[in-house]
């Protein structure tokens, strides 16, 4: 907390006065995340386009809000440890994380079902584009030089979806 204090710039009343713990914090933290990360088609804005550009459209959307706040991803890791302590913290951060990975699915289910991908096991693709875009955790701990999030994520989707991809 002291750190959040630290960053934030508020004192630690103020903080206190919003979340009594750290782990009040992180629950806060997780239903904004659901609230943020909520399924981009919800809306129907994408559902004309295909799979791949849904997909890739997350990506982008995701590297945006990273990019705007590579620390806010930070916080990732400290609720994966958190979890490990706290069964409701795990239970919110599966029902969070099993949301994205279900989207995902149907994205891959979709694209199959069209002919834009092959027939592959969607719960295994879904799970490597989710573990591509925690990748982007390494940029706010390691800052690399010889090459940006953007081309980080722009070299992942496309090994993944070309990967998948109907060969013509």
């Known amino acids: 907390?002291?750190?959040?204090?630290?960053?934030?710039?508020?004192?630690?009343?103020?903080?206190?006065?919003?979340?009594?713990?750290?782990?009040?914090l992180f629950i806060a933290l997780i239903e904004h995340w659901m609230d943020q990360f909520s399924p981009i088609e919800r809306g129907?804005?994408?559902?004309?386009?295909?799979?791949?550009?849904?997909?890739?459209?997350?990506?982008?959307?995701?590297?945006?809000?990273?990019?705007?706040?590579?620390?806010?991803?930070?916080?990732?890791?400290?609720?994966?440890?958190?979890?490990n302590r706290d069964k409701e913290i795990k239970e919110m951060a599966s029902h969070l994380y099993g949301s994205v990975l279900n989207e995902f699915e149907a994205l891959i289910k979709r694209g199959i079902k069209f002919g834009e991908f092959r027939d592959v096991n969607e719960g295994m693709i879904a799970m490597s584009i989710m573990t591509s875009l925690h990748g982007m955790i390494w940029f706010a701990l390691f800052k690399p030089n010889d090459f940006s999030l953007e081309e980080y994520v722009d070299l992942n989707m496309e090994l993944i979806l070309d990967g998948i991809a109907v060969q013509d």
């Open 1 to 24: 907390m002291d750190d959040i204090v630290q960053e934030i710039g508020l004192s630690k009343g103020a903080l206190y006065h919003h979340f009594q713990s750290k782990r009040d």
């Open 44 to 83: 129907g804005l994408m559902r004309a386009k295909p799979s791949r550009e849904i997909i890739l459209h997350i990506a982008k959307f995701t590297a945006k809000l990273f990019k705007r706040n590579p620390n806010w991803f930070l916080v990732e890791p400290e609720i994966w440890a958190f979890a």
